[in-house]
């Protein structure tokens, strides 16, 4: 498939929105941002917004893609679809409506799981009331330093069948999480140029916190200078647990009011 993805714990992407700005310490090494402003440079139509005039030639200024609304019903085979890894769904610039209309494809398509992704947690928790939340989405917000850890409070508040968290790119130790009602968790550095260094002792306590707590867990990578320059190897093995592509608690039936 031309949309397939290069995330390990993904199939497909789904962009109906692009671009974002930085909301913590986790944006500052975005790959989003410097994928943009490759394709802005490529002449890609999705990508010629700047947004914020001090952001000129990133083409990463937040547009919604209407077009884009329908491309999961033409997909027939079942996929594992990561909505917005080139943005945030939940960014304040995206209209409640518009959210809706996204969460109304995924009801409408329960032949694929969706996972979505967002730094923007106290939003997701003032809009999750007015959302469906079939059994095939699962919900996660990154937590990337304990600055960060309020995020899965308010996860922890949203009625989705899966809930998880990203703590990538892990720049700080992230000890005594509360994960309690959190299914599932994923750890990694950070690549590109510049990329702040994963210390193994932080993701190993990540990895023992998560079996203490039936969370499972997946290392995606150590990150450096490409996403792949360190390896995915945790104290000799890899770490791909995921989820059961499965209601794990009751969740609000799709079309309830």
């Not at 550095?189 to 990540?206: C, I, K, M, T, Y």
Request: charged share 25%; hydrophobic share 35%.
């Amino acid at each position: 498939m031309a949309d397939r993805s290069g995330i390990e714990w993904t199939e497909t992407t789904w962009n109906p929105t692009t671009g974002c700005d930085r909301v913590s310490t986790g944006c500052d090494n975005c790959y989003a941002l410097t994928l943009a402003k490759r394709l802005k440079a490529m002449g890609s139509p999705r990508y010629q917004n700047d947004g914020d005039p001090r952001h000129s030639g990133l083409g990463f200024g937040l547009t919604l893609h209407h077009d884009v609304l329908e491309r999961p019903r033409r997909w027939r085979r079942p996929r594992l679809v990561f909505v917005n890894s080139m943005s945030d769904l939940f960014h304040p610039q995206v209209p409640a409506e518009f959210i809706v209309e996204v969460f109304e494809v995924m009801v409408d398509t329960p032949r694929h799981t969706y996972q979505i992704l967002t730094k923007r947690s106290k939003r997701l928790s003032q809009l999750a009331d007015a959302l469906p939340w079939p059994s095939n989405v699962w919900m996660g917000v990154t937590v990337e330093t304990p600055a960060y850890a309020f995020r899965i409070d308010h996860l922890r508040n949203v009625p989705a069948a899966v809930r998880f968290v990203s703590a990538e790119p892990l720049i700080e130790p992230l000890p005594g999480l509360d994960l309690d009602g959190i299914d599932w968790l994923i750890a990694g550095g950070e690549s590109g140029l510049g990329a702040r260094s994963l210390q193994g002792d932080w993701a190993a306590d990540l990895r023992d916190q998560c079996a203490r707590s039936d969370t499972a867990f997946f290392f995606k990578q150590w990150g450096g200078r490409t996403p792949k320059a360190g390896g995915r190897l945790l104290e000799g093995r890899t770490h791909d647990d995921m989820p059961p592509r499965a209601v794990l608690r009751p969740s609000r039936n799709a079309r309830a009011s």
